[in-house]
């Protein structure tokens, strides 16, 4: 698309369910967007499930979806994901849908819309967690179809999730995050979990998220603030001369680092589900991620294993110097460092 | 291409003048015109006439790029022109929603359609105001099998309020006339934003050394991908190809093909 001001921009139409037109958090995301167009909708899957739709162009100009989900709230997660060591560990899809636009991103080939979705009956959600609380401590990722912290300026969802984090000891919360943000509030059973990945790739293939340097500042400023971090070297993706890109990437990161007051670090090379592959590169034609030939082991499209090796060495190899190998994960893609 | 559709001559009409639109016949009884960039189809009334016909095109052209349905609607403000951005058949209380991510210089709202006319006044609901036709939902409901929903418009203008026996083809092709001009700049405007394939220039290239490689249909498939992946990443392909050639036959052209995707991702 050449003309961009040909297009509305984001959130110039908001699609809103019937029966929460009058929810608090419906809203506060409307006084928000106050200029923003109302559509009144029967059911959220009326316009999210449409069929044959363009990913492609909706990302250039995303509709935000007000509904309530009245389906499942909490998932079991998946084998590709790292759990970290904890064996009761879920995601909770209170949002569909990022407003970043990663060329690389799987809820391209696992959604059918790029209309971003906002369940706001967060409260069935508490009330579901602590009915699952009774059967022990649970592990909770909250950014896992979306990119929470980025997502806040729309609705304020993180105070929601930090509140109940402050009530249930058990409950730990990971924020999975490519956004930057200056104020952490410390929770102990929060995780704020930061991707680092080098600028050339976050140029090339993270459209709208925040640069390497400002991701730096947060995760400095989260630590002076004494929140839990983890750092996510994951994923690591093939680009055009990677060996130099990620080797000169560790010699940025490795110094800026407060490296004693990281939580853990996981470092993984792409993977995704075979099924999404067709999304994938129709959402996102022509982009050495998305085109890359992957090869598909047991149902997971990854990087030739001695290519992924080395790039994972290089990620290792710098972290080994700074911290202790029990706290760097990299079980998601087959090999293992750290202790469980 | 960009097919619009109409129900009736009269709501055809100022189109036709305004594109300088030529007869080329008719298929079933559906009357079309056309000039290199827009064929104008007139439908019929009524939802089964719109489906029939839009199905019908479609199948024929492949190359419409963008469907819009232009055309008269009760409402309540008559001469006003509405982009529509929801639709209710009301016979079957399905809703329907094209994508509205272009600009537009148009007022929105939401279209009801049922097959019979509208005789009374009423034209808010509990989900808000709409205006009424009896052929939107069908012309969405069948375009939308062949184009994404970004690329199906309706553009309806009102001309009665419930009063169908006002609006005859002299009627509505002036009210029409009115904004043929920013209808058009606007279904332009999207056109220009619908970009060509991205795989233009790597189609070209795979059809070429498909042959040349002695190419299966898999290792078709294959040298696609590569050729894609080099491409996305600027490498050098064709010197890659070409420093293997001639191949003699299809399990050399296999070999290459190995060869080639271990240089590519080294
Ligand atoms: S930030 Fe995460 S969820 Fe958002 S587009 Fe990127 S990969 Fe997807």
Known sequence: MSDKSLLNKPFEHIYIEEGVKDHPMTLQVLARYESSKRIYIRHYKDVFNRKNQNFRAQSMSRSLILAKNTGNLIFKGSDMCQDHGNSRFYYATSVMNCLFDCDYCFLKGMYPTADIVIFVNLEDYASKIRDMLQEGPMYLSISYDTDLLALNKVADLLSFWTDLALKEKDLTLEIRTKASCDVFEPVPNIIYSFTLSPQKVISSYEKHTAGLNSRLQSVIKACEEGCKVRLCFDPVVYINGWEECYNSFMDEVIPQIPWDKITDISVGTFRISKEYQKGLRSSCPMSAVTEYPYINEGGYLKIDNELAAGMREIIVAGLREVKDEKYIFCDSDGSFLGDR | ?266
């Open chain 2, 1 to 266: 291409m960009i097919a619009i559709f109409t129900a009736m001559k009269g709501e055809a009409a100022p189109f036709i003048d305004y594109l300088g639109l030529k007869s080329c016949g008719d298929i079933s009884g559906i009357k079309l015109y056309s000039n290199e960039r827009y064929l104008l189809a007139i439908t019929g009334m009524g939802k089964i006439n719109a489906a029939c016909a839009v199905t019908r095109i479609l199948t024929l052209y492949d190359d419409i790029k963008l469907a819009v349905n232009i055309g008269t609607c009760a409402g309540e403000k008559t001469g006003q022109t509405y982009l529509i951005n929801k639709i209710t058949d009301e016979d079957s209380s399905k809703d329907y929603y094209p994508d509205m991510l272009y600009k537009s210089p148009f007022d929105e709202i939401c279209l009801h359609t049922s097959d019979s006319f509208k005789t009374d006044t009423c034209f808010e609901d509990s989900f808000g105001p709409f205006v009424y036709d009896m052929e939107g939902a069908a012309f969405f409901a069948a375009s939308s099998s062949f184009l994404s929903p970004d690329k199906v418009i309706l553009l309806k203008t009102v001309s009665d309020s419930g009063d169908p026996d006002i609006v005859t083809a002299d009627y509505c092709k002036k009210l029409l006339a009115v904004n043929a001009a920013s209808s058009i700049d606007f279904i332009e405007g999207i056109y220009s934003l619908l970009a060509e394939s991205p795989y233009k220039e790597a189609d070209i290239l795979c059809e070429e050394y498909s042959t040349k490689l002695k190419c299966s249909e898999y290792m078709r498939n294959d040298l696609k991908q590569l050729i894609r992946f080099a491409l996305s990443c600027n490498k050098d392909i064709k010197s890659l190809i070409e420093s293997h050639l001639p191949v003699k036959n299809k399990e050399e052209g296999k070999k290459v093909l190995a060869d080639v995707r271990q240089k590519l991702v080294e």
